[in-house]
């Protein structure tokens, strides 16, 4: 039996919307809609859904950066919404809107972040080696961010967002704006972590990387839930991306 | 509390490792401003140069006033015509010409009133001076012929200020001001830039994941900026005092800074870090709200205006009330007019002191509490 790493119940965040867009009389935009879902450790969890879906909106509140209206997730037993600090410490989280000061060589972000975390500096070391030369990012080490192409950048991310080696990792988008080459570095490693035993939440709208990474799919339209299951009972008889057309119209009724 | 330090080293590296910034926030301010005060004082030395000794040609001088006129005037012959005195007033070759009745001494000792001309070129800045002295040099003379009483007609000296009065007197005064308006404008140098700035730019919100508590990460912006923002008043201020003898060229007040001691320096030094922490932390939280580095460039323009009102009041409340040293800003330029002027005392002193640094605390809680706040941090469009 797994262990659930992470129990969200009943997540609701809306925003409220700028002025100009207040037609109708609409003042607030429900971006995630009573989510409640749990993810197992061991496991890589996918967020699949169409842009403006509320992908990253969950994934910033399991990642504390946002308060939900109501509703709470549990990182390991721990709340995100009593105890954000002991969420903090525990998760990795990457999302395009967190950005890396570009004055700065991944060498330098990477210790300051591990001091940040309490990485003792002999682990901090050795880790920095290794996730290095995993990325291919040890000849660049000392080059300012700002002279790093975007996949490297990307990278320096994705390696910078884990220095603390979490359990629970939720990566937004990762191999967005990535060529296929640096892509598949980024899904390969996420395999490896999960064979590491680590547990990982992703969110995208590419079905390919659903089918090839994960083991567990949610599937979200509007802000709501509207299927959640194993990736192999999903696409038991046709493929992921067929699955979420027949999702998309019983949702909304036929209106595209 | 080792984040603090963890912070501090990162604001450090960010600022000591970049050799624009530290160029543009540490040298130039000084440099500007010493080239500009020294260029100043040469341009005023050469315009009281200029107006030291008026060309002046005088008919009929009166035995009265012959010497007194020599004295201050360069004389010439007046073999010339009028009309070819008056051509030189307006070329600017020649700076006055007075013309005394030929019997001037004997009709001022009767009842007669006689007419003096004076001929001069108000386009001409020297012979405005020039005309300006004669004037009063016949308005003493005329009242020494009245003669009711005398003022100081002694040959004693009157005006018992010393040269380091008179300097310390002027220090008081414009110190605080200048002070306050260079620190200030380092403060907002450092600290758009670097809490607007990233904030604009997503490089907080990346702090804001890491478990971090929000007021040690308050703390260690506020202290690493208040340093460099230090730094640069410094070097403002080096500047300022270096350029001080130039500008001052052509005056007789002795600026020797050397009249102060070493404790009133270290006074000094105190209340400019604590004005700083004050600036530093009311500056970062409203470039934390602003939502870019242009809009926190509007929001501050009320800081600085209150500022300059402050150090501006200092300059013309001589005896300040203890109250007034309960008021942040206002009670460091105080604090700074008095040290300038000797008559600063412990008391304020220390009410600014902790004031400043009670008030620093507060606003870096508060700015801890805008960076738990998601409206504030993550507030788009
Ligand atoms: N800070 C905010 N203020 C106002 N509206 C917001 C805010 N953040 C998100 N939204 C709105 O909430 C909805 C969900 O956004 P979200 O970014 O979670 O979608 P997403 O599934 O990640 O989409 P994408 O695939 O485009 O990244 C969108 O309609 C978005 O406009
Ligand atoms: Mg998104």
């Known amino acids: 039996m797994q262990t659930e790493i992470l129990k969200a119940e009943h997540l609701t965040k809306s925003f409220r919307l700028p002025l100009k867009q207040q037609k109708t009389g609409e003042k607030f935009k429900l971006a995630v809609n009573d989510l409640s879902f749990s993810a197992y450790s061991g496991e890589i969890f996918g967020l699949l859904g169409p842009n403006g879906a509320g992908k990253t909106t969950t994934l910033r509140m399991l990642a504390t950066l946002i308060k939900p209206d109501s509703g709470d997730a549990f990182i390991d037993g721990v709340s995100v919404v009593s105890d954000p600090y002991g969420v903090r410490g525990r998760i990795g989280f990457l999302t395009s809107e967190l950005r890396l000061e570009d004055f700065f060589t991944p060498d330098y972000l990477f210790d300051f972040f591990s001091e940040l975390h309490g990485v003792p500096h002999d682990v901090r070391e050795q880790r920095k080696r290794s996730m290095f030369a995993r990325f291919g990012i040890d000849e660049f080490a000392n080059v300012k961010m700002a002279n790093l192409s975007t996949g490297m950048k990307q990278k320096v991310s994705i390696v910078i967002s884990i220095v603390h080696d979490p359990d629970f990792i939720i990566f937004d988008e990762p191999t967005n704006g990535l060529d296929v080459l640096t892509a598949k570095t980024v899904t390969d490693y996420l395999s490896e972590l999960r064979g590491e035993g680590k547990s990982i939440i992703l969110s995208t709208h590419i079905f390919s990387l659903v089918e090839k990474l994960c083991d567990r799919v949610g599937v979200m339209i509007d802000g709501r839930m509207v299927a959640l299951d194993t990736l192999a009972a999903l696409t038991k008889d046709k493929s992921m991306e067929e699955k979420f057309f027949d999702l998309y119209s019983e949702v909304t009724g036929g209106r595209s | ?381």
């Open chain 2, 1 to 381: 509390m080792k984040a603090v330090l963890t912070i501090i080293k990162k604001e450090f590296m960010r600022f000591f490792g970049d050799r624009r910034l530290l160029l543009t926030t540490l040298l130039l301010p000084g440099i500007v401003l010493y080239a500009v005060y020294s260029a100043l004082g040469a341009v005023f030395a050469n315009v009281m140069q200029d107006s030291s000794v008026p060309v002046a040609y005088v008919r009929n001088m009166p035995e009265s006033l012959g010497e007194a006129i020599d004295e201050i005037f360069d004389l010439r012959d007046t073999d010339l015509t009028d009309e070819e005195i008056k051509s030189q007033l307006v070329e600017g070759d020649a700076d006055i010409f007075i013309i005394f009745p030929e019997n001037f001494d004997d009709l001022t000792v009767g009842s007669d009133v006689p007419d003096v001309s004076i001929y001069y070129n108000s386009a001409q800045t020297s012979s405005s001076l020039a005309y300006s002295s004669v004037v009063a040099l016949l308005d003493a003379y005329e009242q020494s012929i009245a003669n009711v009483f005398n003022i100081n007609s002694g040959s004693d000296r009157y005006d018992l200020a010393d040269s380091s009065d008179v300097s310390a007197n002027i220090l008081s005064m414009i110190v605080p001001m200048v002070l306050i308006m260079l620190l200030l404008s380092g403060c907002v140098a450092v600290v758009l830039e670097s809490i607007a700035g990233e904030k604009e730019r997503g490089t907080i919100a990346t702090l804001l994941v890491t478990p971090i508590k929000r007021s040690y990460f308050a703390i260690g912006k506020i202290l690493s900026l208040s340093v460099i923002a230090v730094l640069s008043g410094i070097s403002s201020f080096l500047g300022l005092i270096l350029s001080l003898p130039n500008l001052m060229g052509g005056m007789e007040v002795d600026f020797s800074l050397a009249a102060y001691g070493v404790l009133d320096y270290f006074g000094l030094f105190l209340v400019v870090m604590s004005t700083v922490l004050v600036l530093v932390s009311l500056l970062a939280i409203v470039s934390a709200y602003a939502k870019s580095v242009k809009e926190a460039n509007g929001l501050i323009v009320p800081v600085m205006i209150i500022a300059v009102i402050c150090s501006l009041v200092s300059m013309f409340v001589a005896s300040p009330p203890m109250g007034l040293y309960f008021i942040p800003v206002l009670n460091s330029a105080l604090c700074i007019s008095t040290l300038m002027a000797g008559t600063f005392g412990i008391v304020p002193f220390l009410i600014t002191m902790g004031i400043n640094i009670v008030c620093a605390a507060l606003l870096a809680v508060l700015l801890g509490a805008m960076f738990n706040s998601e409206k504030i941090m993550f507030n788009r469009a």
